[in-house]
């Protein structure tokens, strides 16, 4: 002889099964909304896939030349594309100002090219083509360039330069400055 559930037992158990199968359904779509949070906060807001990223580094180096009074300060600028996106370079600007003695007595005091009235302009240089250096152009995914920006001064005791290298093109705008003490050729 067969046995039948009853009606109470069946509906008792289907209505379990289709909650439990309601709740499965509500995990699995919070779950797929968690990933996709996380995804588009890794990789567009954190990684940013899609825009174009600049590394720049410079040196600062001392020589001297035969005449005692001057020297060559040779100024290094490398720019590399670390982003996955080209970017193109359209022109360079090559800035150096004196710091006066007072600027550097006081290790706690701030310089700006930008902001500082007492400051000497010595050299502006600006080159624009790309026959004037190999910073302008097209750079490529990983591809970088390095130059070196070479100008002459006159010796003169516990004076300071700062140079400023400013690379802009389109959608870039690098800077990198460094600065030294005229004539410092034991820095190098």
Known sequence: MRRFRSKSHESTFSKAKSFLEVIKYLVEILAILIAG??????????EKPLEIRTASTGFLNWSKLPTKEICLASLGVTIRNIGTLPFEVNKVVIESWSLDDASLKNAHNYFSPFGDKNKKLLVRKEFKGADSTSLIGTYGVNEENATDFSFTFKYQPK???????TVTG???N?????WGFVCDVGAN
């Open 37 to 46: 949070a996380w995804a588009y906060s890794k990789y567009v807001k954190i």
């Open 170 to 172: 389109p959608y870039v």
């Open 159 to 165: 004076s300071a330069v700062y140079f400023l290298a």
């Open 174 to 178: 690098i800077k990198e400055g460094r």
